[in-house]
C-alpha cells in the first residue's frame, strides 16, 4: 500500500513541476491543507461523523474562457464512529480511521476571475484498510453479529464526486468542497464467502461523503 503511494505520488509531483516549468502564466502550483468531517452512508450500521484532516497538491490551468482545470492530489486521513457493544460497556461508539491518496481532475467555472471559482468533477481514491483501536476490534457492531475487526478490510479503490468552492486572491485560496463516494466501500467483503457466512449471505453498504475546509497557497 505503501509502495503505491509514494508511485502516485511521484508522478503526480513530477507532472505537476513539469506544467509548471512549461507555462509559468497559465499554470500555478497549490499546497493545501485543512481539516474534513466524514460521514458513512449506511443502513446497515448506526454510524456518526467524525473529524480529520487532508493536505496535498494541486495545479489550475487556463483552459477556455471562464474555464480552468484543476488537476492534483491529496493524502487524507478520515474519521468516522460506529455504535457498538463491548464486554464493559452497553453502549459503545467505536471510532474508525480511513487513510489514503486521492488524484482528481476538475473542471472550475471562474465566477470572478483569480478570486471566486466553482469546482467539479471525479476523484479516484486509493486507500488501506478501516483501522480501529486494538482495545476496540471485539466491539460487537450494534444491530449485526459483527465485530469491529470484521469490518476492516474495505475496499482499496473507490471514486468519488467532488463540488466545492473557493475565494481568495491569486496566492491565498480558502475552500470548502464536498466529496461523495459514489463507489460501495464495502464490496470488497460482499465477495469474501467467509463473510458472508457471518451476514447470513446478505451484502452490506456504504458510501462514504467528507465535508473539507481548506488553505491553498499558490506558488
Known sequence: MKKSFFT?????????????????????????AGVS????FTTDFDSKPGMGFAGGLSVRGNYYNNWSMIYGMQFFSNNFSLESTSLTSLA???????????????????????????DFGPVLQINGKLSV??????????????????????????GNFYVGFSAGSK??????????GFTNIF????KNDDFKLLTGNES?????????????FNL
Open 204 to 216: 452490506i453498504k456504504g458510501n462514504l461523503g467528507t465535508i473539507n475546509g481548506q488553505i491553498i
Open 187 to 190: 464490496s470488497k467483503l460482499n
Open 133 to 158: 483501536n486494538e482495545r476496540d476490534q471485539n466491539n460487537i457492531l450494534k444491530g449485526t453479529i459483527l465485530t469491529a475487526k470484521q469490518i476492516e478490510e474495505v475496499s482499496t479503490i473507490n
Open 37 to 40: 468531517q466524514t460521514s458513512l
Open 92 to 118: 459503545k461508539e467505536t471510532e474508525f480511521n480511513l487513510q489514503g491518496v486521492q488524484v482528481r481532475l476538475l473542471l472550475s467555472y471562474n465566477v470572478v476571475e483569480d478570486h471566486v471559482s466553482f
Open 171 to 180: 496566492v491565498v485560496r480558502a475552500v470548502i468542497f464536498y466529496e461523495y
Open 8 to 32: 502516485i505520488a511521484f508522478c503526480v509531483f513530477t507532472t505537476l513541476c513539469f506544467s509548471q516549468y512549461r507555462n509559468r502564466d497559465g499554470n500555478r502550483i497549490g499546497l493545501s
